[in-house]
C-alpha cells in the first residue's frame, strides 16, 4: 500500500494512493488528523482496513503532493553510509566503528513536484538521493533481530545539501543541511509487507535525466536493522520518525569541476518498490 499526504483545495488530508487516484482517508469520520497519528493509532494494517470497499476520491490533477509525514518527532540522517562513499572521504578506506549521524528540520524538506531552493547564500547546491525509513511503532533499545518489525515503510529523500555552509562548523554539517526547502521527501510511503528483502534495494539519482547516482542497499556500511537499533539505543523512536539512511557517490560535488544544482534543473530519486521523487530547482 501506498500513504501520501497531500493539498486539495486548500485542505490538508491523507490517504492511500491507487493507480487511478488517492482514497481521502483524512476525510472519514473518526480517522486520526493526520498521516503520522494514524499510523501510531492504527497502525498499516488498520489503515488497510480502513480502505476496504472504499473509492478513490481525488484524482491526480486535483491534489498537490507535500511530505508524507507533515510532522514528524524526528528526521535522522545518516552520512558515509555506503562502501564507495566511505571510500570517497577516508584514504585508508577504514569502515568506520558507529555511524555518523546529524539532524534535518521539517521545514528543510518539501513534497513530491514541489520546488526545492538554491539559497541566496551559495551556489554550492547540492543533491544526494537516500532511502527513507519510517518507523512504525515506539521503541528504544531495540534487538537488531526485531528492528525491521519498526518499520512501517519506506520513502524516497532527496537530501539536498549547501556544501560550503556544511564546513562552517568544525563538527558538523547541520548548518548546510538545513536550509528552508532544500530538499524533499516523498511522494508517498510504501508499507513495509510490500518489501521481502531490505538488502536488495536500488536508489538511483537523475539531474536533468542524467543518472548522477546509483547504488544498492547490499552496499550499505550500516543496515536498516543497525540503523534502528543502534539509534534508539539513545532516543526513543516514534511512529512517523524518519530515518534517512545515507546517500552512494555521485554528488555533484564529487565531479571535477563539480557539477552544482541550478534554477530550472530537474532532480530525480528513485528507489526501487518504491517510485521516483521529482523537484524542480529554484532560485530564493
Excluded at 169 to 184: E, I, L, M, P, R
Aim: proline share 5%.
Amino acid at each position: 500500500m501506498k500513504l501520501a499526504s497531500f493539498l486539495s483545495a486548500g485542505r490538508s488530508s491523507y490517504g492511500a494512493v491507487t493507480d487511478n487516484g488517492v482514497i481521502d482517508l483524512g476525510a472519514m469520520a473518526d480517522m486520526p488528523k493526520s498521516l503520522r497519528q494514524a499510523i501510531a493509532e492504527l497502525g498499516t494494517k488498520g489503515l488497510h482496513k480502513a480502505c476496504d470497499n472504499k473509492s478513490v476520491d481525488h484524482d491526480f490533477s486535483d491534489i498537490s503532493w507535500v511530505a508524507p509525514i507533515t510532522d514528524p518527532q524526528k528526521i535522522i540522517c545518516i552520512g558515509i553510509n555506503y562502501i564507495n562513499r566511505n571510500e570517497e572521504y577516508l584514504a585508508d578506506s577504514t569502515q568506520p566503528s558507529y555511524p555518523s549521524v546529524f539532524m534535518r528540520t521539517p521545514a528543510s524538506l518539501v513534497g513530491h513536484r514541489q520546488p526545492i531552493v538554491r539559497p541566496l547564500d551559495s551556489e554550492q547546491f547540492d543533491y544526494e538521493g537516500e532511502i527513507g525509513i519510517v518507523i512504525g511503532a515506539t521503541g528504544r533499545r531495540i534487538p537488531q533481530a526485531q528492528a525491521e518489525d519498526y518499520i512501517a515503510g519506506l520513502t524516497c529523500v532527496q537530501e539536498g545539501s549547501v556544501r560550503d555552509w556544511m564546513r562552517h562548523g568544525k563538527f558538523n554539517v547541520t548548518q548546510g543541511k538545513n536550509f528552508d526547502k532544500s530538499g524533499a521527501i516523498g511522494p508517498w510511503i510504501v508499507t513495509a509487507e510490500e518489501f521481502d528483502n531490505y538488502e536488495q534495494l536500488t536508489v538511483i539519482t537523475r539531474v536533468n535525466g542524467q543518472q548522477r547516482q546509483h547504488d544498492t542497499t547490499a552496499n550499505l556500511l550500516f543496515s536498516f536493522r543497525y540503523l534502528i537499533s543502534y539509534l534508539s539505543t539513545f532516543m526513543t523512536l516514534y511512529p512517523g520518525d524518519i530515518i534517512s539512511t545515507g546517500t552512494p557517490t555521485g554528488a555533484g560535488a564529487r565531479f571535477d569541476p563539480p557539477k552544482y544544482l541550478l534554477p530550472g534543473d530537474t532532480v530525480e530519486v528513485e528507489v526501487g518498490g518504491v517510485g521516483i521523487l521529482a523537484n524542480s530547482v529554484v532560485d530564493e
